[in-house]
């Protein structure tokens, strides 16, 4: 078993540096689509998150601490999609594990759904939960009735935030879909150095 261990990484090591050489030879625009693609899914979320947050703010009349509620609430969804993004698809694409198209859309639209978009607003109930009791802003229930409470408080918010929700899993899906094209047009680019000779 040892034996094989060290072949599997070289050829792992390999098939990554076969990859990156290719993508290095596409477009400045294109090999940045493909190496930060995973920073917009991030941004995405990071205003999922504001926009949640402003909603829970408004709903439960929160007026005090905006960054210390805001700060968070940009940069921990911010954080969890671009990582997220990263692990499920632009790496598993850069070191030749992801190979097939649907399933670069799929993994790009569930971390879209999950990580940024459903994520920023269940992340919003505690951060603003918590402040709304700090500052007594709202009539919160007594302990009986907390997820009642919350499940019909966040209803409306729910419904507000679907359109965005919808988007970012949308637009992850379109940009798995991109990268996946990017990277079979980059593998079929010669190999940098070699000359055609007729």
Avoid at 57 to 76: C, F
Wanted: proline share 6%.
């Amino acid at each position: 078993m040892k034996n094989h261990e060290p072949d599997y990484t070289v050829k792992e090591n390999q098939i990554f540096d076969i990859i990156t050489r290719k993508i290095n030879q596409l477009p400045e625009a294109e090999r940045g689509l493909l190496e930060h693609g995973s920073m917009y899914v991030g941004l995405n979320a990071a205003l999922c998150g504001l926009i949640a947050n402003s909603l829970f703010r408004r709903i439960l009349n929160v007026t005090q601490a905006r960054v210390a509620a805001g700060l968070p609430m940009a940069v921990i969804p911010f954080l969890t999609a671009h990582v997220s993004y990263k692990g499920f698809v632009s790496l598993p694409l850069n070191t030749g594990d992801l190979n097939c198209e649907t399933c670069t859309i799929i993994r790009g639209g569930l971390v879209g759904l999950v990580f940024g978009g459903l994520y920023p607003v269940f992340l919003a109930i505690p951060v603003n939960g918590g402040l709304a009791a700090r500052y007594a802003s709202a009539l919160l229930p007594e302990k009986g009735n907390i997820l009642t409470y919350w499940i019909r408080i966040s209803k409306p918010i729910f419904r507000k935030m679907l359109f965005p929700i919808l988007l970012q899993t949308g637009f992850s899906a379109y940009l798995g879909s991109r990268q996946y094209k990017l990277l079979i047009k980059a593998l079929q680019l010669p190999e940098p150095g070699l000359e055609i000779q007729y």
